[in-house]
């Protein structure tokens, strides 16, 4: 189902609110930007005290129902506001009057209040408005996209930059980190005549950021005489839409109507919209954070068999890689008097037997299918299907595949057991215990499995990560255990790098599934913050059919994956020029398996995960 698009107004004055309003609605608008109190309304303060507490300070509520002040109105601060301003009469006027509007921000319950971070030097301002959160439901910083554009000339004096010399990503940053990752902090960004660079561009990405607003100066004319987008600033949105970001208007009508530029962006957001069967499925996951499967410790219910089941990619590779083999094993000359023997290990409820039965048909190839399952509930359906839909040459076994017999040893040996992360669900330990059902001649699909991962920042997956609870779990846990996530907010900080490959069958006469590697990324193109690292994998199937969720290979229509996160406790301040190592191990006793990771450099990090007391698979 393609999103709607939400475009809200920024109005510098506002006369009449009711009628404002009306008239947005009648325009297709959903929200309106609006200052709190007048612009140009500026109050004296004596011992803390306005001193004229008998006028009115704005806008009565009463004009409207709480229901419209709360989802259609974003409160604007005063912008000619400095708390933290050297001369201490200019800093204690405006906190008295910050605290003011804020007071009445939070009495009509704004959907956010606005304001314009104009320095680096915000401590006092970061304060003020971190003891009021709780009582706000978000609170929306506007900057600039970059230091070396120029948006438009400001209407008036007091709504000019003043920043633009210096990198408005900075301000954000300190501003957060002061902030604690508030989860209710989030960015708008007013977007340039001038496009940055797609760096600069993409570290916004891995920002909490919640509304693009577009000047109407930056619309073009068509040939109709209606407003349009050039191409740069179209695929600078784009970029953004994956976040659900808002879109809001500023500036003078330009076009005859304001309806005219919403029509436009409406249209403009649903023509972004594919039928990518990735973002389909990933609906309402994205940047949600998941514990990793364990189907080693835990049977997994119908649910997530039925939504692997609908990968039609995946099971279109499995049964491609059956297919060269099965060729492979016998030549033409042999298919009447030969027979290949396939064992299914984890066959869950069925899709990778009927991969080999549709090989099998395709090839002209004989196959006898041993089918293994250790989930009591799967077997049900498994052994309905063996003797209600599958020919006489299937034969289920119930069991765990490092243990169970089979009546022959077999020709191919084909899994589904791998995770996000490749080796995270255990598959070189099943595989390994499970390879003795196999001739020394035979085939394991798949036959070879290799981790990736990448430096990110994300502040929305940390903040998630800082702030998920478990009062079953120690303090700390979440910022020292992997996820599964879907991730659409996030700055890929370097290239991502291979780590960890396992083969199979894996034939060596000691089997050492403990892995350790050091890996260095950089040198880093732009100041930026390291707040984890996110994993991917691809797999050999069978000699050139693969399967991957490397956003570079990525097999196209293929959802049955989503990334890694491994988060680290502390972000980390990455500056232009540095290098980051990262020190990964892949653990292993009888019992369990683990990952533990550390950073030491730019700035040493302590070992996460240390003996997997976080965080660990059950063998």
Not at 185 to 204: F, K, M, Q, T
Not at 598 to 604: A, W
């Amino acid at each position: 189902m393609t999103e709607l698009c939400s475009v809200g107004l920024d109005l510098s004055i506002v006369p009449n609110i009711a009628n404002a309003l009306s008239r947005a609605k009648d325009q297709g608008f959903h929200f309106l930007f609006i200052p709190i109190v007048h612009p140009r309304f500026k109050r004296k303060f004596v011992n803390g005290k306005w001193s004229h507490q008998d006028k009115s300070l704005t806008r009565p509520d009463i004009l409207l129902t709480s229901h419209e002040w709360r989802t259609l109105f974003v409160g604007k601060l005063s912008n000619y506001l400095d708390v933290d301003s050297t001369s201490s009469t200019k800093r204690e006027q405006s906190e008295c009057t910050l605290l003011q509007e804020l007071s009445y921000a939070i009495h009509l319950n704004f959907a956010a209040i606005l304001f314009k971070l104009k320095s680096s030097n915000c401590v006092q301002l970061a304060r003020i408005i971190l003891s009021k959160i709780s009582s706000l439901n978000q609170i929306w910083v506007e900057l600039p996209m970059s230091d070396n554009t120029h948006v438009y000339e400001p209407l008036c004096n007091d709504s000019k930059y003043e920043w633009l010399a210096e990198d408005p990503w900075e301000y954000w940053n300190k501003f957060r980190i002061l902030c604690g990752y508030d989860r209710k902090i989030g960015v708008i960004l007013e977007v340039p005549v001038d496009i940055p660079d797609d760096n600069i561009i993409d570290r916004w990405l891995g920002e909490p950021v919640k509304c693009l607003i577009l000047n109407t100066i930056i619309f073009l004319t068509n040939n109709a005489g209606y407003p349009v987008l050039g191409i740069k600033h179209k695929e600078l949105i784009k970029k953004f839409v994956d976040l659900k970001v808002q879109l809001a208007l500023r500036g003078p009508e330009r076009h005859f109507d304001m309806h005219l530029y919403v029509q436009y962006l409406e249209n403009l957001y649903k023509g972004f919209h594919t039928n990518d069967p990735l973002k389909t499925n990933g609906q309402g996951y994205e940047d949600y954070l998941q514990c990793p499967l364990q189907p080693l410790f835990d049977n997994l219910d119908c649910g997530i068999y039925e939504v692997f089941e609908k990968d039609p990619v995946k099971y279109r590779q499995y049964e491609l890689a059956i297919i060269k083999a099965l060729e492979d094993k016998i030549p033409v000359s042999d298919i009447e008097s030969k027979k290949v023997i396939v064992v299914v290990v984890g066959a869950g409820r069925g899709p990778l037997v009927r991969a080999a039965l549709n090989a099998s048909e395709i090839t002209r190839r004989q196959i006898q299918v041993y089918a293994i399952e250790k989930n009591p509930n799967a077997l049900v359906g498994l052994f309905a299907q063996q003797n209600e839909v599958w020919p006489q040459n299937v034969k289920v076994f119930g069991g765990d595949m490092r243990n169970v017999q089979l009546p022959e040893l077999g020709d191919i040996m084909v899994s589904e057991l791998l995770g996000s992360f490749g080796d995270n669900e255990l598959s070189p330990e099943c595989l390994d215990g499970a390879q003795r059902l196999l001739k020394e001649d035979g085939i394991s699909i798949p036959t070879k499995y290799t981790s990736y991962i990448c430096p990110v920042q994300s502040s929305k997956l940390y903040s998630e990560a800082k702030d998920t609870l478990d009062r079953d779990k120690p303090h700390g846990f979440s910022l020292e255990t992997p996820y599964v996530v879907y991730i659409n907010s996030k700055y890929v900080i370097a290239p991502h790098q291979a780590l960890f490959t396992f083969e199979h069958p894996n034939r060596d006469k000691f089997i050492v599934n403990k892995r350790h590697k050091q890996l260095k990324f950089g040198p880093i193109t732009q100041n930026c913050v390291l707040h984890g690292f996110c994993g991917y994998f691809d797999s050999v199937l069978y000699e050139d059919v693969m399967l991957s969720i490397v956003p570079e290979t990525h097999s196209e229509g293929m959802f049955s994956w989503f990334p890694i996160y491994f988060p680290i406790s502390n972000p980390i301040q990455i500056k232009k020029g540095d290098i980051i190592t990262l020190d990964f191990w892949r653990c292993c006793t009888s019992r369990n398996v683990w990952y533990e990771w550390v950073v030491t450099e730019p700035s040493v990090n302590f070992i996460h995960n240390l003996n997997g007391k976080f965080s660990n698979i059950v063998l």
